[in-house]
């Protein structure tokens, strides 16, 4: 898929997760352990690139400063090309209800400044980009889930999905 490859191209290889899962771990609130893990799902002719700044490997962006909270970005974009298609999956996990909104929106900013800068150096993506933020959340998972709830928009067109085992790329792709 030419748009992965071109996206490819320009980011490190540090950066670039070759997974087939999301995953996350750390400490909650309490200082108790916690792991998170989503398989993900994808569908015949749905190529993704899987991009993760891991602060424990990599500092994001040193050049801010910390207490400001310009240093957030979300867990994974997810770059899914689906014919001359291009989709930016923001992707929060979070163990608790904590907001992922912030870093979310900061992450949509970051991905446009990936994309614009593969453009700046001569490579073509298609003009057909469309955004989805996706926040999952542990705590979500505790009570029985409807279909309708399983996927749920928020007033700041955040996604809310709450699958306990996969992530499905196709029904993303769809909302």
Known sequence: MPHLKNLKKILTEEVI??????????????????????????????DYLLFRLDPDKIKPFPYFNKDIG??????????????????????????????????????????????????????????????????????ALTRPKTAEEMCKIDENNIIHYNHKNEFQIMEILHL
């Open 17 to 46: 997760i070759k997974s087939e899962f999301l995953s996350e771990k750390g400490k909650d609130n309490s200082g108790n352990d916690f792991s998170m893990r989503r398989n993900i799902r994808s569908h015949k002719g749905i």
């Open 70 to 139: 310009l240093s957030k970005i979300c867990d994974y974009i997810m770059f899914v090309q689906k014919s001359n298609s291009l989709f930016v999956i923001l992707i929060e996990l979070k163990l608790g209800k904590d907001s992922a909104t912030e870093q979310l929106f900061a992450s949509e900013e970051f991905s446009k400044f990936i994309i614009n800068s593969c453009k700046r150096v001569g490579f073509i993506l298609t003009e057909d980009i469309q955004y989805k933020k996706v926040k999952i959340s542990e705590s």
